[in-house]
């Protein structure tokens, strides 16, 4: 029965409720009632009878002393006045019947014969004679009538309370309309918000002062947090949907919850395709990241954030850089609720990076690895060669009279020869020697060039390779409307697995090595040797020793007389410089002047040398000619040399009172092949 009122209305089960209550509690009470009324009236009609057998009992004793049936049988004959009294009876010691007494419609048939321990009641009372028991009085009573009375009152009694069970039902019907209005008004109100999604509604309140008003009351309370969280969701909502970067939301599970147009715009897919779904962005066919998504959320979770850089695939397979940002969404007690992520497309930050490597490992202009990638490359070879005990050898390359060429024909022209010699040098450089490819090719700035050859298979792979370049070097290169033939020094340093050796090492024994190609007449490569390197330590102590002579006045001008055969008379000299090393004694000028122009302090060196003859020729045209005349060597360094060393010079031959004819500046022919503005307004100027 109470299965069957799960489906029922409220107000069903109120009013079955409630009258099965009352209909328990009348039953209850009308039970209740008759068990009272059976015992009392029997207690009440016992009672009675035994007043009655008492009095009756007293006055049969005489008549039972003396015998005196008449006078007993009268008394109880008395008792035909109590219409419940069926049989009375006075019998004496012996047992034996004295007197009796039946009351005839007794006999008659009844509904109580079914049931005669309810019905009949028997009593019995002794008679006494100055305190001797002479004999008993037995009274037998019918209660039916008694019975029949009660249960008419107990009909009585039934049928009241069924009209008032029956009233009682009717008012429940009419009040639980009135106790459930504000309960169907709130269901009411909750079917239109959840309809409609207005949470502006609110329900009016006619109990104001009971519980169900309360209810009502914390209802609409209710119902304008919700306004108020609705308005603020829908705010929140209407930002992530202005927000450019996209946006997802996860539940605890990791099923999706949310994605903004952003994500919908980025990736292809929509909030219907991807909601309550778990789902990844991960290329396709790309092996797994080292840590797995549950492992991502799992960190998001205890540290509060993730951060990392990722790959991810769009529904029409485009793949993006993305940072990822991860954080968890917890409720008021901590509790983690979902996840929020965040991705930004580094595309450009990719790109820009990517400018940013190349433009700092590789050479913009060749294309080739720069000083930096060539240096990180070399070191790479030299641990390689360690570890697998293989051979190594580097190759410096620096090509000839390049300058030259760059100030005739411009710097484009000189920028399109280094792109052409960079491609010559590439495609010398095959698998057979060496392992990297043009990784293996740099180029170190200006006309400088390196190879790094590894795991060669022949002793003599660095010549072959060096044989190459020159031969391919050698032919004409088409540089526009210009043909222009170049040739290098290379300069080659092979070494095997030694634990001493660096890539400076390398660097320097390479670099001494193409600087013995260059004085070996160029155009050809040369092998390092301990001799090379003992020869360049010479030249850089006597560059440094060139230093030290100018600051400690060791150097001398000497002078080769020039005769006038006419006169037979000299009136002309030509200076010439010597150096006398504190150590090493007189050094020739073919040994230190060189030394001194690839060092740049040919410079200083001329400038001394003419100050210093400029006074000799003062004193000699004072002692020997009035027009006595000195020359001079000038080398080539020093016109191609900027500054204002020459007009410094014409100031002072002023300053001594020289004319310009008092020196003679001798040059070498092959400074007419320079057709540098500088070098041309510096010989106007000695004009």
């Known amino acids: ?358 433009q700092a490992n590789f050479d913009v202009l060749t294309g080739l690895p720069n000083r930096f990638m060539f240096m990180h490359r070399l070191k790479q070879e030299i641990s390689k060669m360690k570890s697998a005990k293989l051979p190594l050898a580097l190759m410096f390359l620096d090509l000839d009279h390049f300058k030259e060429i760059k100030d005739t024909l411009g710097h484009d022209m000189g920028d399109m020869l280094l792109k052409e010699v960079a491609i010559r040098i590439q495609s010398c450089v095959r698998g057979t020697d060496t392992v990297g490819y043009m990784e293996n090719v740099a180029r170190l700035g200006g006309d400088e060039f390196t190879v790094i050859l590894s795991e060669q298979k022949e002793s003599d792979g660095a010549e072959t390779v060096a044989k190459r370049v020159l031969d391919l070097l050698s032919q004409p290169f088409k540089l526009g409307n210009e043909v222009v033939h170049v040739s290098a020094s290379i300069g080659i340093v092979e070494t095997f697995p030694n634990e001493s050796i660096d890539a400076d090492t390398l660097i320097k024994y390479a670099d001494v090595a193409m600087y013995e190609a260059k004085q070996e007449g160029r155009n050809r490569y040369s092998q390092f040797s301990q001799t090379m390197l003992y020869s360049a330590q010479k030249r850089r102590t006597l560059i440094n020793d060139i230093h030290n002579a100018l600051k400690n006045e060791e150097f001398q001008l000497v002078y080769q007389p020039i005769v006038d055969i006419q006169t037979n008379k000299v009136i002309k000299a030509e200076a010439l410089i010597r150096w006398h090393h504190p150590m090493e004694g007189l050094v020739n000028p073919s040994e230190f002047i060189s030394a001194a122009e690839d060092a740049g302090l040919i410079v200083e060196v001329g400038d001394w040398v003419f100050r210093q003859a400029a006074k000799q020729v003062a004193i000699w045209r004072q002692t020997i000619h009035e027009n006595f005349q000195i020359s001079i060597n000038k080398s080539p360094v020093q016109l191609n040399a900027a500054g204002e060393g020459q007009s410094k010079w014409f100031d002072y031959l002023t300053e001594l009172g020289l004319p310009g004819e008092s020196v003679c500046v001798e040059i070498t022919e092959g400074i007419f092949l320079n057709k540098s503005p500088l070098v041309t307004d510096k010989l106007l100027g000695f004009r």
């Open 1 to 358: 029965m109470l299965t069957g009122l799960e489906e029922k209305s409220v107000r069903t089960k109120l009013i079955f409720t409630s009258m099965l209550v009352t209909g328990l509690a009348i039953l209850v009470g009308l039970l209740i009632s008759i068990d009272e009324d059976i015992r009392y009236t029997r207690q009440n009609t016992e009672k009675q009878l035994i007043i009655l057998a008492d009095i009756i009992a007293s006055h049969n004793g005489a008549a039972l002393m003396f015998d005196d049936k008449k006078s007993a049988l009268s008394s109880l004959q008395l008792l035909q006045a109590n219409n419940i009294i069926t049989n009375a009876s006075i019998v004496d010691q012996r047992q034996q019947v004295f007197a009796n007494y039946e009351r005839i419609e007794a006999n008659q048939a009844s509904w109580a014969d079914q049931s005669p321990s309810l019905i009949q009641m028997h009593i019995d009372r002794p008679i006494m004679i100055k305190g001797t028991q002479e004999g008993s009085l037995l009274i037998e009573a019918d209660m039916t009538k008694i019975w029949q009375a009660l249960i008419t009152q107990w009909l009585i009694k039934f049928a009241v309370l069924s009209s008032i069970f029956l009233v009682s039902y009717l008012i429940l019907r009419k009040t639980s309309d009135y106790v459930l209005d504000p309960i169907k008004r709130l269901a009411n109100a909750i079917r239109e918000i959840i309809d409609s999604e207005n949470y502006s509604l609110r329900v009016s309140n006619n109990h104001a002062s009971d519980e169900l008003g309360e209810l009502t009351e914390e209802f609409n309370l209710m119902l304008s947090q919700i306004e108020d969280r609705d308005n603020q969701l829908q705010q929140s909502n209407e930002a992530l949907a202005q927000v450019q970067e996209p946006i997802m939301l996860r539940d605890v599970d990791l099923l999706c919850q949310y994605v903004n147009p952003a994500f919908t715009a980025t990736f292809g897919y929509t909030l219907e395709e991807l909601k309550g779904k778990t789902f990844s962005l991960q290329v396709q066919g790309e092996v797994g990241p080292e840590l797995t998504q549950a492992e991502i959320y799992k960190i998001a979770k205890n540290e509060g954030v993730y951060r990392g850089e990722t790959l991810r695939q769009t529904k029409e397979g485009d793949v993006l850089p993305m940072q990822r940002h991860i954080s968890p969404v917890k409720s008021k007690s901590g509790e983690v609720k979902g996840y929020v992520t965040v991705l930004s497309d580094i595309s450009e930050k990719k790109r820009a990076e990517e400018i940013i490597w190349r």
